[in-house]
Structures are given as C-alpha cells and as structure tokens.
T-cell receptor, first 112, second 114 residues
C-alpha cells in the first residue's frame, strides 16, 4: 500500500504563472487535507476535502488559490498568478473516516 | 493566534543525553500528536496521545499530556545523532474522533552532537 504521493516534489514557477500541485491519497482514504509550510515555520492548515466536496477551506487565501478532489484522480491544489510569497512547501495528508492522517513528502514551490 | 506553541525553539545536546520539548495549546482537543521533520523532508508521525490519556510511550519516546494546563511534553531518551530534526506538536480540535485537520506548533529544532 503506497503512501500519500505528491508530485512534483519540486516546482519552479515564474511570477504570474500557474502552479498545480497533485496529491494521490492512500488507497481507501476519502479525506484529503492540504497544508502550507513557510520557511522556518510549522504547517498551516489550508483546506479539507472529501471526494467532490470542499468541507473546510478556512485556511485558504481568498484569491488565487483553489483546490479540488474529483471523483476520479488526484486532489489538485491550484495557485494562479503566483507571487514570491507563495514559495513554500505544500503538504498533503489523507485519512479514512475519523482516523489518523498520513502525510506525503510535500511539494516545494519556488517562485522566481 | 497560534494554537500550539513549543519551547524551546532550539535545543542542542550531546549524544546519549535526554531531550525534552514542550508544547502548549489554547483550545480543547481530541488528541495531540508529535511529528518529526528532517531538514527539507516530509513529516514523520511519532506518537498520538488522546485527551483522556496522560502518558504514552513508544520506544525511546515518552509523551505526557496535561489537559488542565493545556500542555504536552515529548521526551527523547538516550538521544542519537540521527534524532537531529525539527519536532512539531499538532492538535486535533475538530469534532469527535481523529481527523486530519491539525493545528501545528512552530516546532523545536533539535541538534544532537555526536
């Protein structure tokens, strides 16, 4: 049973481009969470999704950020018109219902 | 405001010594978890302690939880150079049962010198 898979592991984007981060949850997990970690800081919750539904997006910036978890395929965190301040590590976690979440290795986004 | 706050922010010890890290939080929790993160890497789950538990052990790790003081501690005994990493506490404050929405502390950076 593979763990939570995130890709790409590293992503470089120029200012103004779009960044797409993918997360494939563990088999059988229907809950996905995205977190952002700025340098030298802890992880900050962004959004919680179940299949085809956004359950809690209280940590998402109001603009340029969106997330989805379609019926088929990975969860996608999308950042439009990236700025330097978006440079961070983005972690995805998945869990089955009411159970401990497991984290992926993260995607490190660098905006140049 | 930050739910989890850890101290110290940085800790440097010699191999073989014990390392103690503390975490305080503000709201009621379902459980508290500790994670390790090696530099530039992903998170490794270390241990979970539920709100009705006071102490838990896993190998060289010992975690305590004091819900009256809203605090937890992580003790690593007989530390090794390989324990060098950042350690984060995270609290689950949502609903009942265990979920993935966690509030993380800022972390303690531990350096174990050989």
């Amino acid at each position: 049973n593979a763990g939570v898979m995130q890709n790409p592991r590293h992503l470089v984007r120029r200012r103004g481009q779009e960044a797409r981060l993918r997360c494939s949850p563990m088999k059988g997990h229907s809950h996905v969470y995205w977190y952002r970690q700025l340098p030298e800081e802890g992880l900050k919750f962004m959004v919680y999704l179940q299949k085809e539904n956004i359950i809690d997006e209280s940590g998402m910036p109001k603009e340029r950020f969106s997330a989805e978890f379609p019926k088929e395929g990975p969860s996608i965190l999308r950042i439009q018109q990236v700025v330097r301040g978006d440079s961070a590590a983005y972690f995805c976690a998945s869990s089955p219902l009411d159970s401990q979440a497991f984290f992926g290795q993260g995607t490190r986004l660098t905006v140049v | 405001s930050q739910q989890g706050e850890e101290d110290p922010q940085a800790l440097s010890i010699q191999e073989g010594e014990n390392a103690t890290m503390n975490c305080s939080y503000k709201t009621s929790i379902n459980n508290l978890q500790w994670y390790r993160q090696n530099s530039g890497r992903g998170l490794v789950h270390l241990i979970l302690i539920r709100s009705n538990e006071r102490e838990k052990h896993s190998g060289r790790l010992r975690v305590t939880l004091d819900t009256s003081k809203k605090s937890s501690s992580l003790l690593i005994t007989a530390s090794r150079a390989a324990d060098t990493a950042s350690y984060f506490c995270a609290t689950d404050v949502r609903g009942s049962g265990n979920t993935g929405k966690l509030i993380f502390g800022q972390g303690t950076t531990l350096q174990v010198k050989p």
